[in-house]
């Protein structure tokens, strides 16, 4: 089901929600993909769980990681699966203030998806 897995020999499991999430996300520029790879490392070492500033809870699951860089400013929702997994959902770069409610939709219709295979195995 997952595309691919981030692992620096630590307690939990990054998995990408599929192929494309990955590679929008590897394509961000240098900074803010570096913030996100040490805030990566940090989620694998203390779990999902890094509150404020790094990453806040969004409901129903959800979280957001809060990447920063010279380039800009990038967003990653993620949710937690049994067996200390994390799947990243869906990355954007931010342009506005507010989180656009697209890229919102996009992260909880994939979270839904998640949810009712989790319950089909």
Request: proline share 2%; aromatic share 12%; hydrophobic share 40%.
């Amino acid at each position: 089901m997952f595309a691919y897995m981030l692992t620096f020999g630590m307690a939990w499991e990054i998995h990408f929600y599929n192929d494309r999430v990955f590679k929008e996300t590897r394509k961000w520029p240098v900074g803010l993909y570096a913030d996100f790879l040490r805030l990566i490392e940090l989620m694998e070492q203390y779990g999902a769980d890094l509150r404020m500033p790094h990453s806040r809870a969004m409901g129903d699951g959800l979280f957001e990681l809060r990447c920063k860089g010279r380039e800009g400013i990038g967003r990653v929702f993620y949710c937690t699966l049994i067996k200390r997994q994390i799947v990243i959902l869906h990355s954007f770069i931010k342009k506005t203030q507010e989180t656009p409610a697209a890229e919102l939709a996009t992260a909880h219709k994939r979270l839904k998806e998640l949810k009712n295979a989790q319950r089909q195995i």
